[in-house]
C-alpha cells in the first residue's frame, strides 16, 4: 500500500467547507447503487429535509423560521430499502448519537456494513462506483459543512470521475474491508475487531454519471 503515482492529468472538482455539504453529501444521498465511505471518525450527521418531512427542527437566530432536519441514516435507511449497497469503514467507534439513531431503523443496522480499523485515517467517498471524494473531511457534521458558519471545520478535498482513480481507490479500500493487511499489522492487540478472516465483498459496483453538483 506503498506507492507514489506517475503524474497526469485529471478533471475534477475542488471541494472546500460548505462544499462538502452541498456536493459531497448529495451525490451520496443520491445513490443509486452503492454508497462506500472511509473515515478516521464516524458521528452523526443531520441533513435538510427539503420534503418538510417531520424531523428535529433548528430556528434561525434571525428568527425567520426554522428548517427541518433529519439524520443521514434515515436517508440511508431509505436506500438500503431500494436495494443500495452502504459500507462504511471507520477507525474510532460510531458516536452514541450514531449509534442510537442506527438503533431506531433496524432494517438499516442489518443492510450498513460497518467494520473497524484503527489505523484508518484517509478519507473517501464513492458513489455508485462512478463519484469520488478524497479530501480531509471525516464524516461528521463538523467535517462535512452541515454545521453553520463559525462552527464548521476547515476541510479540503477534490472530487471526480476519474476511472484510474476510482479503480485504485476502491482497489485499497477492499483491501482493508476484507482484511488483507491484518496479518501484518502491528496494532493487532489494540484492534477491537481484527478484520481478518471475513467473507469477501462483492466487487466493486458498475459506475452510474456523475451527479450534477448542487448550487
Known sequence: MDFVEAPRSIAAR??????????????????RRSVWIATAN????????????PGRRRTSRAGKGAAAYR???????????????LRILHASPPSGPFQRELARHPALKRALALRACPRVHFKAVVVDGGFLYLGSANWTGAGLGAKGTGR??????????????????QE????????????????????????????RAP?????????????
Open 14 to 31: 475542488f471541494v472546500g467547507g460548505r462544499g462538502h455539504y452541498e456536493h459531497v453529501v448529495q451525490a451520496a444521498m443520491e445513490a
Open 42 to 53: 464516524l458521528k452523526e450527521l443531520m441533513v435538510e429535509d427539503h420534503r418538510a418531512a
Open 71 to 85: 439524520s443521514i441514516l434515515a436517508v440511508f435507511d431509505e436506500l438500503a430499502g431500494r436495494g443500495v449497497e
Open 152 to 169: 464548521r471545520n476547515f476541510e479540503l478535498g477534490f472530487a471526480t470521475a476519474d476511472d484510474l482513480l476510482l479503480d485504485r481507490v
Open 172 to 199: 485499497l479500500y477492499e483491501r482493508v474491508w476484507r482484511g488483507a493487511e491484518c496479518a501484518r499489522c502491528k496494532l493487532r492487540d489494540v484492534c477491537p475487531a481484527p478484520l481478518d478472516g471475513p467473507a
Open 203 to 215: 466487487a466493486a459496483p458498475a459506475r452510474t454519471p456523475l451527479p450534477k453538483a448542487r448550487r
